[in-house]
C-alpha cells in the first residue's frame, strides 16, 4: 500500500512538474493568466500603397499588442487574369503589381528592426477553390511553382534579413469539405513533401506554418482529425513546424460552442507528431457582413482556444482592428485588453429619436439618431419584436462597405400566420461589445398574406430551364409539385432541387385553363454552403405555352442578421382577384456565386 501510494504521489508530481515547464515555456503566458493573439495574418493587397512609415506605424502597432508573428500573404498568385508578384522578378509569365514599390522588403525590413518574426507565403493558384481533392497532378503542378517562388524569395531577401525572414506560409488553405478521406490525405501529404523536400535540398528549409480550416457541417472533429493524423504520419514535418487552424468562427462554418471540441480533437492529432506546434487562427471578423466583431467576442475566441494550443494568431489585426485602416476605437479597447487583462462593461449611451415609415405594403423603413456623447459608439443592431434583424458598424477603409456606418434601414419581414404587427428598437454597442439599453420602441402593423385553401397544381407536370445541378436534380420532374416537404432546412435533403449561379424558369401546366389567385415557393436560405434566396423572382401566365404575361413579383423578405443556420422561406404571390390560365411560369434570378434551392411550389385559388 505504502509502495502504491509513493509511485502515485510521484505521478502526480511529474504531471505536475509537466504542467509547469508547459506553461512557463508557453507563448500564451503573458500578462499572467489570460489569452492573448500572438500574431496577424496580412494580405498584402491592403499594404499595395504603403511607404516606409506606414510600414512602421502598422508594425509598432502590432509590437504594442504584445505580438511577435507576422503572415504575409498574395506575395504571387494566378487567376484568370494572369500570374502577379508583388516584388521585381525573374520568374517568366510574372507582372509585377504595386507600382515600384516592394512590400516584402519594407515588412521585412521593419520586422528586423523590431524583432518581429515573418512567414512569407509564395504562390497561390485561384483555382484552388474550384479544384477537388483528387486531382492530384494540378496540385503537384502548384508546388512545383511553389518551389520557383519560395528559391527566389530565399536568395533575395534571407540574408538581407535574416532574423526577420523566419519561415514559409503553405498558401493552400485545406478544409473537410474537399479533403475528407485518406486518399485525398495522401495526395496533399505527397504535395507538401514535394515542397519540403525541395527547400532541404536547397538549404532554404524555415519552419513552414500552415493555416487549414473545418466546417462542421461536413463532418465531425473526430474524422477530421483522424485523416490529419494520418497526413502527419506521411509529411516531412519536424520540430518547430507549425499546424495554425483556423477557427472558422469569423467565417461561420464553426459556432462558439464548437469551437472547444474540435481543437480538442485536432490537438490529439497534433501530438501524433513529434514537435510539430498547434496554433490558432482566431478569426475577428463576421462573414455575414464582412465586419470587424467587436473584441468581446474576439477575446471569447481566444479564451476558448488557448487552453488547447501553444500559441494564437489572427485573421486579422491589420485588416479588422488596426487604425490604419478602421476606427482607432477597436485598437483602444483591445489595447487595454492587452494591459489589464479584461474587459470594460460601461454601457454605451442609447440611439435616440427612433422612427418607423411605411414605404410599401409590409415594407418599412427604419431610422434613428446617434445619441449626443457617441465617442465610443462602434454601431448599431436593430431588433424586430426581440429577434436581431440587421447590424450595422464602423466600416474599413479598404476592404469595408463605401457606405459606411448606417443610420437607417429597411425591413420588409417574412410575415407568418397570426402576425399583426412588429415592433421595432435600436441599440447601440461600443467597440467592446458592450450593448446600451434600447432606444424607444415603434410598432407598426402588417397585413399577412392568408394561404388559400386549393392547391391547383399539384401533381402537375413542368418544365424546368436551365435543368438543375446533377447533384440536387429532379430526373423526373415530379419533386416540385409532389407536395412533399423537406424535413430538414438542408441541402441534403432529397425533397430540394438546387441550381448554381443561374436565373431559372419553372413553368407548371395545369392541364386546363384554371382561375388562379395565389402563388407559394419554398426557398432554402443556408449562408455557409452559398445557398440563398434569390434577388428577386417574377410570375407570368399563359393559355397557350407561348405568349407568357407577367402578372406580378415574389415580395423578398429581409434575412434577420442573427439567422445563421439553414432557414426554410415560404413567399407568396397573391393577387387581387384571380386570374384564368393554363400555364404558370416562376422566373427566378439568383446572384451568379450562389446557389438557389427549393422544394415545393404551388398554385392555388379560394
Not at 536568395?155 to 535574416?162: D, G, T
Not at 432546412?489 to 395545369?510: C, E, Q, R
Not at 407561348?546 to 445563421?564: A, D, K, Q, T, W
Not at 386570374?579 to 450562389?594: D, I
Request: proline letters at 5%; hydrophobic letters at 35%.
Amino acid at each position: 500500500m505504502y509502495r502504491k501510494s509513493r509511485v502515485k504521489i510521484t505521478l502526480i508530481m511529474l504531471t505536475v512538474a509537466l504542467f509547469v515547464f508547459i506553461y512557463y515555456n508557453s507563448p500564451l503566458r503573458a500578462n499572467k493568466n489570460y489569452p492573448l493573439a500572438n500574431g496577424t495574418f496580412i494580405q498584402l493587397d491592403l499594404t499595395q500603397n504603403w511607404d516606409e512609415s506606414k510600414w512602421n506605424s502598422e508594425l509598432h502597432y502590432i509590437k504594442q499588442n504584445k505580438m511577435n508573428y507576422i503572415i504575409i500573404t498574395g506575395v504571387s498568385f494566378s487567376s484568370e487574369n494572369g500570374s502577379k508578384i508583388v516584388y521585381k522578378s525573374n520568374i517568366p509569365g510574372f507582372t509585377k503589381i504595386y507600382g515600384q514599390t516592394d512590400p516584402i522588403d519594407l515588412c521585412l525590413k521593419t520586422s528586423e528592426k523590431l524583432g518581429l518574426k515573418v512567414f512569407v507565403d509564395t504562390y497561390f493558384n485561384s483555382d484552388w477553390w474550384q479544384k477537388s481533392g483528387d486531382d492530384p497532378q494540378w496540385l503537384y503542378d502548384q508546388v512545383y511553382k511553389i518551389n520557383q517562388v519560395s528559391d527566389e524569395l530565399y536568395n533575395k531577401y534571407h540574408s538581407k534579413y535574416p532574423n526577420s525572414f523566419y519561415g514559409w506560409y503553405f498558401p493552400y488553405e485545406v478544409d473537410n469539405s474537399k479533403f475528407n478521406n485518406l486518399k485525398q490525405f495522401s495526395i496533399l501529404s505527397n504535395a507538401i513533401n514535394i515542397n519540403l523536400r525541395y527547400l532541404k535540398s536547397k538549404s532554404e528549409r524555415l519552419p513552414i506554418l500552415l493555416s487549414p480550416f473545418m466546417n462542421s457541417s461536413c463532418g465531425t472533429a473526430k474524422e477530421y482529425a483522424n485523416n490529419w493524423t494520418y497526413f502527419f504520419a506521411h509529411t516531412d514535418l519536424i520540430k518547430g513546424d507549425i499546424f495554425c487552424v483556423q477557427d472558422a468562427v469569423g467565417s461561420g462554418r464553426l459556432n462558439l460552442d464548437d469551437v472547444n471540441p474540435w481543437f480538442t480533437a485536432l490537438r490529439k492529432s497534433v501530438n501524433s507528431k513529434p514537435g510539430l506546434l498547434f496554433w490558432a487562427n482566431a478569426e475577428n471578423f463576421d462573414y455575414v457582413n464582412n465586419s470587424s466583431v467587436p473584441i468581446n467576442r474576439f477575446i471569447e475566441q481566444l479564451k476558448l482556444e488557448s487552453p488547447c494550443v501553444d500559441n494564437i494568431v489572427t485573421f486579422s489585426y491589420s485588416h479588422y482592428y488596426s487604425p490604419n485602416n478602421i476606427d482607432k476605437g477597436f485598437q483602444m479597447a483591445y489595447y487595454d485588453y492587452v494591459i489589464n487583462g479584461k474587459l470594460s462593461v460601461h454601457k454605451p449611451k442609447s440611439p435616440e429619436n427612433l422612427a418607423v415609415k411605411t414605404l410599401n405594403k409590409n415594407e418599412f423603413l427604419i431610422s434613428w439618431e446617434a445619441p449626443k456623447d457617441n465617442n465610443d459608439i462602434c454601431g448599431y443592431n436593430v431588433y424586430r419584436d426581440g429577434i436581431l434583424v440587421f447590424n450595422t458598424t464602423v466600416q474599413r477603409r479598404y476592404g469595408g462597405d463605401p457606405k459606411g456606418l448606417c443610420m437607417n434601414f429597411t425591413d420588409r419581414p417574412l410575415l407568418k400566420n397570426n402576425m399583426y404587427s412588429c415592433n421595432y428598437e435600436v441599440k447601440s454597442f461600443d467597440f467592446y461589445g458592450n450593448l446600451s439599453n434600447s432606444s424607444n420602441d415603434v410598432k407598426v402593423l402588417v397585413n399577412v398574406d392568408k394561404e388559400l385553401p386549393n392547391v391547383l397544381s399539384k401533381g402537375c407536370r413542368y418544365t424546368i430551364y436551365p435543368l438543375p445541378d446533377y447533384n440536387y436534380n429532379d430526373p423526373y420532374f415530379t419533386k416540385l409539385t409532389d407536395g412533399v416537404y423537406s424535413n430538414s432546412n438542408s441541402s441534403k435533403d432529397k425533397a430540394f432541387v438546387g441550381w448554381y449561379g443561374k436565373p431559372v424558369d419553372i413553368t407548371i401546366d395545369l392541364g386546363k385553363k384554371t382561375d388562379l389567385q395565389q402563388i407559394s415557393v419554398d426557398y432554402l436560405r443556408d449562408p455557409l454552403p452559398w445557398i440563398q434566396l434569390p434577388d428577386s423572382a417574377s410570375v407570368s401566365v399563359s393559355n397557350d405555352g407561348l405568349y407568357f404575361e407577367p402578372i406580378g413579383l415574389l415580395r423578398m423578405p429581409s434575412v434577420p442578421y442573427s439567422e445563421r443556420s439553414g432557414s426554410k422561406y415560404r413567399i407568396y404571390l397573391t393577387l387581387n382577384k384571380p386570374v384564368s390560365a393554363k400555364y404558370v411560369r416562376l422566373s427566378s434570378f439568383s446572384n451568379p456565386y450562389t446557389y438557389m434551392f427549393m422544394d415545393e411550389l404551388e398554385i392555388r385559388s379560394n
